[in-house]
T-cell receptor
Framework: GIQVEQSPPDLILQEGANSTLRCNFS?????LQWFHQNPWGQLINLFY???GTKQNGRLSATTVATERYSLLYISSSQTTDSGVYFC?????????FGPGTRLSVLP | KAGVTQTPRYLIKTRGQQVTLSCSPI?????VSWYQQTPGQGLQFLFE???????NKGNFPGRFSGRQFSNSRSEMNVSTLELGDSALYLC???????????FGDGTRLSIL
């Protein structure tokens, strides 16, 4: 089956810093989503981005499908950005999550 | 538009019992998928239903089953509960397979 990797596994930032999270996948995908899981376990949709670039406020994402990776950019990080960031891909009928990047933003 | 609703939010059971979890998708969404999240295994796909038919199934034992009703609401059943079934169970809905998935808040199941 398809493999989804995320890096880094853990990231600690000072408030106001910028960061880039990466998602690599081993085969072609039908769709790709980025999620933020908050400390209460809620999975929040960030981006639906099978290809191209999207921006939403301080967050933006780029997927280069031909090279099988996606990047999530967080600018001017805030403590509320803390949590786990997952990318997930649909490959055929399967929807596969990466292992996540745990982000901690310190005040 | 109401989001995906999962009930109950928390559940405590003992080994050997069975449990049924419920998921109401976003209005108009016909695809409902279930996932198990544990600290050790991460987020794993259980199964997907579309128009009352199971379309896809993950690698879980037969103790895990589900169904979908004509109004697209879905239930997941786990029989003969084991300690390792303690997890956050998440449900997601989408309008169609390749469209974005939207998740509910989950049911946290604890097995004693």
């Amino acid at each position: 089956g398809i493999q989804v990797e995320q890096s880094p596994p853990d990231l600690i930032l000072q408030e106001g810093a910028n960061s880039t999270l990466r998602c690599n996948f081993s085969d072609s995908v039908n769709n790709l989503q980025w999620f933020h899981q908050n400390p209460w376990g809620q999975l929040i949709n960030l981006f639906y981005i099978p290809s191209g670039t999207k921006q939403n406020g301080r967050l933006s994402a780029t997927t280069v499908a031909t090279e099988r990776y996606s990047l999530l950019y967080i600018s001017s990080s805030q403590t509320t950005d803390s949590g786990v960031y997952f990318c997930a891909v649909r490959h055929g009928q399967n929807f596969v999550f990466g292992p996540g990047t745990r982000l901690s933003v310190l005040p | 538009k109401a989001g995906v609703t999962q009930t109950p939010r928390y559940l405590i059971k003992t080994r050997g019992q069975q449990v049924t979890l419920s998921c109401s998708p976003i209005s108009g969404h016909r695809s409902v998928s279930w996932y198990q999240q544990t600290p050790g295994q991460g987020l794993q796909f259980l199964f997907e239903y579309f128009s009352e038919t199971q379309r896809n199934k993950g690698n879980f034992p037969g103790r895990f089953s589900g169904r979908q009703f004509s109004n697209s609401r879905s239930e997941m059943n786990v029989s003969t509960l084991e300690l390792g079934d303690s997890a956050l169970y998440l449900c997601a809905s989408s309008s169609e397979g390749d469209q974005p998935q939207h998740f509910g808040d989950g049911t946290r199941l604890s097995i004693l």
